[in-house]
């Protein structure tokens, strides 16, 4: 059964600090994985899909790599703001449309 | 913009109440999924749904059923509501037929069962 695991659990950065989330995930056949933020109380807001066959995906300040092989993603944040604050989770998709294994989220604080 | 509501944000019922959470979707999604989320044990699904009437159980399907009568409504039903389904209830839609598969969620429902 895929797991997906998020190491650290809690961040805390100061403003203007270049940063790196982990995700690691054990079942490497995965179809695609995603990068999802969540602000407290509130749903989910999908930050980056990237599909098996690609490497990583950008938008903006954030970048996700995928490296399948050695079941890891990591989520690079330039130059963090306050505003970066919030839960950010990764999710795994076995095959073509079926349901994502979530892992439990990584809590990040920019402190200004 | 792909629009996932769900029926209310704040919910407090009695134990053993028959709950109705409701998800609605206004972007033609095949997929609906309801998941419900706890502090330490993350989001985990609870039934997902690819077509109107048809449902899967996810990982907790135990004490709840779900209703698709319709391809934008997906609704989760507690039977008889227990204080141990005192959660966030997040629902989410999907593309389906092989598009995109970026994952949309609504805002939440926090149930309280007294």
């Known amino acids: 059964k895929q797991e997906v695991t998020q190491i650290p659990a809690a961040l805390s950065v100061p403003e203007g600090e270049n940063l790196v989330l982990n995700c690691s995930f054990t079942?490497?056949?995965?179809?695609?994985l995603q990068w999802f933020r969540q602000d407290p109380g509130k749903g989910l807001t999908s930050l980056l899909l990237i599909q098996s066959s690609q490497r990583e995906q950008t938008s903006g300040r954030l970048n996700a790599s995928l490296d399948k092989s050695s079941g890891r993603s990591t989520l690079y944040i330039a130059a963090s703001q306050p505003g970066d604050s919030a839960t950010y989770l990764c999710?795994?998709?076995?095959?073509?449309?079926?349901?994502?294994?979530f892992g439990k989220g990584t809590r990040l604080s920019v402190i200004a | 913009d792909v629009k996932v509501t769900q029926s209310s944000r704040y919910l407090v019922k009695r134990t053993g109440e028959k709950v109705f959470l409701e998800c609605v979707q206004d972007?033609?999604?095949?997929?609906m999924f309801w998941y419900r989320q706890d502090p330490g044990l993350g989001l985990r699904l609870i039934y997902f749904?690819?077509?109107?009437?048809?449902?899967e159980k996810g990982d907790i399907p135990e004490g709840y059923s779900v209703s698709r009568e319709k391809k934008e409504r997906f609704s989760l039903i507690l039977e008889s509501a227990s204080t141990n389904q005192t959660s966030m209830y997040l629902c989410a839609s999907s593309l389906g037929r092989g598009g995109q598969e970026t994952q949309y969620f609504g805002p939440g429902t926090r149930l309280l069962v007294l």
């Open positions: 972007m033609d999604h095949e997929n």
């Open positions: 749904s690819y077509d109107v009437k048809m449902k």
């Open positions: 999710a795994v998709g076995h095959q073509r449309n079926t349901p994502l294994v």
């Open positions: 079942d490497s056949a995965i179809y695609n």
